[in-house]
C-alpha cells in the first residue's frame, strides 16, 4: 500500500522544503515500525537534498524556502485565530407530551466572528459555511429566519414549543442600509438564493405581491449600536409567507449539509447522525426546519458581538404503540439509529429531557442522566455526551412509558396547558362574502396579570378586508367591545400589494378578533393548476411577553442566547413567545374549467362523424355511364321462373347423384 506524506524539512538557517513523499507500506509492517522506516528514509534523503543546489541557485532556494516558511507560519496562525473564534454546539431536546407524542428539538449553533461578513477582508470558514456568509454578504442582510414546516403545532395540548412556526414556508430579514442597491432588489436576490440553497419555492416570494413590512410584530432581535435608527425603520424588513410549500427531503438534505460535521464527510457526526434516516424523521405529525442568524452580545456589557447561525429541526412523534396501558420509545424507534460517535468539533453535546409529564404519567428513562437541573417549576436530566464514559461508544435513550397515574387535580397544577392559546377559523357561506375570527384565549393563571398582544394579519390582494367592520370583543359575560391601543393598516392593491393588519391590544380577558372580508373574481388566467383546491390564507401572527413567574409557561428559549444551555442556566426566561394560528382555505369565485373541455370533445366529435361525408364529397370523382334500357317487369318475372325451374333441376341432380353413391358403397 502506498502512503503519500508532506516532507517538512528545516535547515539550520530556517529553510523549509515541503515536498510529496510516497512510501510503500508492505501489509505486515505495523505503525510503530513505519514511523521508524520513515524517520529514517527522510533523514537519509535530507542530506543528498542539501547538496543537490549548486552555488549559484543558493540564493534563489534560500529566499524561497523562507518565503514557504512565513506562509506556513502565516496560514497556521490564521487557523489558530478563526478556530478560537469559531464555536459550534449541538444540542437535543426531549419532551414527552401527555397526548402519547413526543416533542424533540435538535439544536445547531455555530458562533462566530462578525467580521467574517466583511466584504474587504479574506475570511478561513472554519466552522460557518461560506454559503451563507456569501448570501448575507453580497445581499446586505442584517439578519434573516426561515423556517420551512410541515404540520400543525397544537398548543392547546402540546404547550409552548421553543420557537413557533406556522405551516408552509416563513421568512423575514432585516436589511442595512446601502444607497446604491434597494431593498427590494436585494430581498429579490436574497430569495432566490438561499430558495437555491435550501431547494425551496421561496422565488414565488420575490415581488411586492406577496411581502409586507409589518411594524411591531419582527423586530430585529441582534444586538443593534444604539446610535443606530436605521433599523428603527420597518422599510428594511421584509416578511413573507407561503402556506402551500411542502416540505420534504430535498429540502432537509441542502440543510444537514450546511453542519460541520456532516459538510467533512466524517463518521463521527454526533447528534447529526440522527438525521441520516429521512423517512423515520418525516413519519411525524409535526415537522419544523429552521435557519436563524442574527448578531449576540458576548459579554453582559455587551461591548462587542458575535454572529450566531441556529439550525433547528423540531418533530413531533406518535410513540403510543398498540398497548394503550404500555408503550416505549428508543432512539432507533424514532430516527432509525443511534448516535454513534460525537463530533469532534463541538464545544458541547447535550440531551435534555423535560420531565414536567412525569407527576401525571409514569414512564423510566436510561441510561441515568450526568446531572439534572430545574428551570422554575420544571425539571430537567442533562446527558453529556462529551463525558469520559460516552467517548467512542454508541449512546440510545430509552424511554418506557407505565400505567397512567391518577393523580388528584386539586393537588396537581396543569402545567401542560399553556398561558395563551389562539384559534382561527373562517366564517360565512357561498363564494362571495365571508369573514375570518380570531380567539385567543388566556388561562385562568395568566389572566391575573395584565398582557399586551400585537396581532398581524397578512391577507392576499383577492380577500379585500372592510376594515370598518373589525371588532374586538372580550370573551366575558358582557362580551364588551374594546379598542386597540395601536392600529396599522395598509390596504392591499389589486395584483401589487397584499393587505396588512396590524393591532396592539392590551387586555386581561380572553378576546375574539373579527372582520369581514370579500372574495375577488379572477381572471381565468391567474387560477393554480388546481383552482378547486381553494386558496390559502397565511396563519395570524401573535407576539407577546408572558410572565416568567407563571407556572404554566413552558418558556425555554430567551431572545438573548438561542442555546438550550445558556437558556436553562439562566434565572428567567425573558418571557418573549410567538404564536402561529392556522392557515385558511378559502375558495373564491371560481368559473366551470371543464366546460372548454367539454367544447373541445363535442366539437372533435362533430367533426369526426362529418369528416367521412365531407372527405367523400371533396374528393370523389363522378363519372357518367351509358343508360341501360329498362326490362318489363312480365319478362323479369320469366326470368326468375326460369332461375327457380334451373335451381330445382340441379338441387334434383345432386340428390341423385348422392343417393348413387350410397348404393355403390353398400354393394
Not at 360565512?428 to 375570518?436: E, F, L, Q
Not at 428559549?557 to 426566561?573: D, F, H, I, P
Request: contains cysteine.
Amino acid at each position: 500500500m502506498k502512503i503519500l506524506f508532506n516532507e517538512f524539512i528545516f535547515s539550520k538557517s530556517c529553510d523549509l522544503f515541503i515536498r510529496p513523499y510516497i512510501f510503500d507500506k508492505p501489509d505486515s509492517l505495523t505503525d510503530e515500525k513505519l514511523n521508524r522506516q520513515l524517520q529514517y528514509d527522510i533523514a537519509a534523503r535530507q542530506g543528498p537534498m542539501r547538496n543537490l543546489s549548486s552555488k549559484r541557485n543558493y540564493e534563489t532556494d534560500m529566499y524561497s524556502s523562507k518565503l514557504n516558511c512565513y506562509i506556513f507560519l502565516v496560514i497556521s496562525f490564521i487557523y489558530h485565530c478563526s478556530s478560537q473564534e469559531d464555536k459550534y454546539n449541538e444540542e437535543l431536546y426531549i419532551r414527552p407530551l401527555s397526548t402519547g407524542h413526543t416533542y424533540f428539538n435538535l439544536l445547531f449553533t455555530t458562533v462566530v466572528s462578525p467580521d467574517i461578513l466583511k466584504s474587504n477582508i479574506i475570511h478561513h470558514y472554519h466552522l460557518f459555511p461560506k454559503v451563507i456568509a456569501d448570501i448575507v454578504r453580497s445581499n446586505g442582510v442584517s439578519e434573516f429566519h426561515v423556517s420551512l414546516t410541515q404540520g400543525l403545532w397544537r398548543y392547546d395540548h402540546w404547550g409552548m414549543p421553543i420557537v413557533g412556526a406556522p405551516p408552509g414556508a416563513e421568512i423575514w430579514a432585516w436589511f442595512k442600509p446601502n444607497e446604491q442597491q434597494d431593498v427590494t432588489s436585494r430581498w429579490k436576490s436574497f430569495v432566490h438564493e438561499l430558495g437555491g440553497l435550501l431547494c425551496a419555492s421561496l422565488n414565488f416570494l420575490d415581488s411586492n405581491v406577496s411581502t409586507s413590512s409589518p411594524n411591531y410584530s419582527f423586530r430585529p432581535q441582534s444586538i443593534l449600536p444604539v446610535s443606530s435608527t436605521s433599523y428603527q425603520d420597518n422599510s428594511f424588513l421584509r416578511y413573507a409567507v407561503l402556506p402551500r410549500e411542502i416540505v420534504c427531503t430535498e429540502n432537509l438534505t441542502p440543510w444537514k449539509k450546511l453542519l460541520p460535521c456532516v459538510a467533512g464527510g466524517s463518521n463521527h457526526k454526533g447528534l447529526a447522525g440522527l438525521l441520516d434516516n429521512a423517512p423515520k424523521l418525516y413519519n411525524s405529525v409535526y415537522h419544523s426546519l429552521r435557519m436563524d442568524l442574527r448578531q449576540i452580545c458576548t459579554n453582559t456589557e455587551c461591548t462587542s458581538t458575535q454572529l450566531e447561525l441556529s439550525m433547528a429541526l423540531a418533530i413531533v412523534v406518535d410513540t403510543t404503540s398498540s398497548k394503550p396501558d404500555h408503550n416505549e420509545w428508543t432512539f432507533r424507534s424514532i430516527f432509525g439509529s443511534n448516535v454513534a460517535q460525537t463530533c469532534s468539533l463541538s464545544s458541547l453535546a447535550n440531551i435534555y429531557v423535560d420531565l414536567q409529564l412525569s407527576q401525571t404519567h409514569s414512564f423510566n428513562i436510561s441510561p441515568e442522566p450526568d446531572y439534572s437541573i430545574k428551570q422554575g417549576s420544571k425539571p430537567i436530566i442533562v446527558y453529556d455526551l462529551h463525558d469520559e464514559k460516552r467517548k467512542n461508544t454508541t449512546f440510545s435513550l430509552n424511554c418506557n412509558y407505565k400505567k397512567q397515574q391518577t393523580v388528584s387535580t386539586d393537588n396537581q397544577e396543569d402545567r401542560s396547558s399553556p398561558s395563551i392559546v389562539v384559534h382561527r377559523y373562517a366564517t360565512g357561506y357561498g363564494v362571495r362574502d365571508g369573514g375570518i375570527k380570531t380567539m385567543i384565549k388566556l388561562n385562568e393563571e395568566q389572566k391575573q396579570d395584565q398582557i399586551t398582544l400585537v396581532y398581524f394579519e397578512q391577507i392576499p390582494w383577492y380577500f379585500r378586508i372592510f376594515l370598518h367592520t373589525l371588532k374586538i370583543t372580550m370573551l366575558d359575560n358582557n362580551r364588551t367591545e374594546i379598542k386597540p391601543d395601536h392600529l396599522s393598516y395598509i390596504p392591499g392593491k389589486d395584483r401589487e400589494l397584499p393587505y396588512q393588519l396590524e393591532l396592539v391590544i392590551t387586555t386581561k380577558q380572553s378576546i375574539l378578533i373579527s372582520f369581514e372580508l370579500e372574495m375577488v373574481f379572477l381572471k381565468w388566467n391567474e387560477f393554480p393548476p388546481d383552482p378547486n383546491h381553494g386558496f390559502y390564507i397565511p396563519s395570524a401572527v401573535i407576539s407577546t411577553m408572558l410572565s416568567s413567574n407563571n407556572k404554566s409557561n413552558n418558556i425555554l428559549r430567551s431572545l438573548q442566547s438561542y442555546s438550550l444551555n445558556q437558556s436553562l442556566s439562566s434565572a428567567a426566561s425573558d418571557g418573549f413567545v410567538r404564536l402561529y394560528s392556522e392557515s385558511l382555505l378559502v375558495n373564491l369565485p371560481t368559473p366551470d374549467f371543464s366546460m372548454p373541455f367539454n367544447v373541445i370533445c363535442l366539437g372533435c366529435t362533430a367533426v369526426a362523424l362529418a369528416f367521412g361525408g365531407l372527405h367523400n364529397l371533396t374528393t370523389k370523382e363522378f363519372t357518367f355511364g351509358e343508360k341501360r334500357p329498362r326490362i318489363p317487369f312480365r319478362q323479369r318475372l320469366e326470368d326468375l321462373r326460369f332461375r327457380v325451374i334451373a335451381a330445382r333441376h340441379a338441387l334434383a341432380q345432386r340428390v341423385f347423384r348422392s343417393n348413387q353413391q350410397q348404393r355403390e358403397h353398400v354393394e
